[in-house]
């Protein structure tokens, strides 16, 4: 209840205990703030800094992971002027292109501006009002393009032009929340939520209210049109700058957590196997095997096979490597490394310096 007080009765605690339950043995990073190597004042080798793991015996060290940033909007030009929001899940993927219309107007160069959104593809100004804009001049100044030369004037005008054959009288109340809705329901893979929900969880889902969500799709819109008018430059995908690194502590706890999520599978297939044949559960953490999680992180370290990063049944090879140790400046190299995650095995997936 809202309360949170049992409306049948009073609940009365018969025993509280607390007790220290072993899950499982992590390997500790030599020189870390849990290593007690740390505290100690002459140390094996001047030159030696740490920032690597003994497993079996053997110095295994993480490559650091590239990853492309997801919290930033993308600009290319190739194979069509797009600009994309990504993320990890699919269906929350934005594209914004301008590309070719399929009708025939008046506007020299036929260029629309066009949203892919739940794979659904549509004319923008068909989602500026199904989010709430009144009027041609509000979406326009959400765009807030200051000086406009022909071209956009002529692609804004084409899009104008593209929804009002699509969807005629668009501009009325819920007329393109529904022309919105019958092309998204119409896709390849349809949601089963209702308008209003779908839009709520795949549409900028940290942004709040369809005003903002309007807001930031504007920005998109005139981010696409500076680029195309040579204003802007395009994202360089392969810059460093526009990286963002996986490092020991991401890489470690990703593991962890499958291990774990493995571990409590297991312990409730046990508990309900008690239950099943009526025998009296013991101490939950009876049922809990610690080995699970020990010899998974062991493993992982020995083979360098690692969870993906948002892919449950694949695996990542390149993680962990063993240190080289010929002298401190191949050391410092090798906890150096980083590498690329590619779809296939080249050159360009092997580690680098940056």
């Not at 700058?241 to 046990?270: C, I, S, W, Y």
Request: glycine share 6%; charged share 30%.
């Amino acid at each position: 209840s809202k309360t949170e007080k049992d409306p049948f009765g009073h609940k009365r605690v018969l025993m509280d205990e607390t007790h220290v339950v072993n899950i499982g043995r992590l390997p500790v990073m030599v020189n870390s703030n849990l290593c007690w190597l740390r505290e100690l004042r002459e140390s094996d080798c001047l030159y030696d800094s740490g920032g690597y793991f003994l497993i079996r015996g053997m110095e295994k060290i993480f490559i650091a992971q590239e990853q492309r940033c997801l919290t930033r909007i993308w600009i290319a030009d190739r194979p069509v002027w797009t600009v994309s929001y990504l993320s990890e899940i699919k269906r929350r993927r934005i594209y914004v292109k301008l590309i070719d219309s399929t009708k025939n107007n008046d506007f020299s160069g036929s260029k629309i501006i066009s949203i892919s959104f739940l794979y659904a593809n549509l004319p923008i100004w068909l989602m500026f009002f199904a989010l709430g804009v009144s009027s041609d001049k509000e979406a326009f100044d959400m765009i807030d393009m200051g000086d406009c030369d022909a071209s956009v004037i002529n692609a804004i005008s084409a899009t104008i032009s593209e929804s009002d054959e699509l969807c005629e009288g668009f501009r009325k109340s819920d007329k393109a929340r529904q022309c919105v809705d019958d092309k998204v329901k119409s896709s390849k893979f349809p949601p089963g939520e209702s308008f209003d929900d779908y839009i709520a969880k795949y549409l900028f889902p940290g942004i709040k209210g369809n005003r903002n969500k309007a807001l930031f799709l504007g920005y998109m819109v005139k981010c696409l049109l500076m680029a195309f008018t040579g204003k802007r430059r395009c994202d360089n995908k392969d810059d460093f700058r526009n990286k963002r690194l996986e490092l020991p502590g991401q890489l470690l706890g990703r593991e962890l957590r499958a291990h774990l999520r493995h571990a409590e599978r297991l312990m409730v297939k046990a508990m309900q196997r008690d239950l099943n044949s009526d025998r009296d559960l013991e101490f939950p953490m009876r049922y809990l095997d610690a080995s699970i999680i020990t010899n998974g992180i062991n493993r992982a370290f020995a083979t360098g096979s690692w969870c993906h990063p948002y892919r449950r049944n694949e695996r990542c090879s390149g993680i962990v490597a063993t240190l080289r140790r010929t002298n401190p400046l191949q050391m410092m190299s090798d906890l150096r490394k980083s590498r690329q995650q590619v779809a296939y095995a080249g050159k360009a997936g092997d580690a680098r310096y940056p």
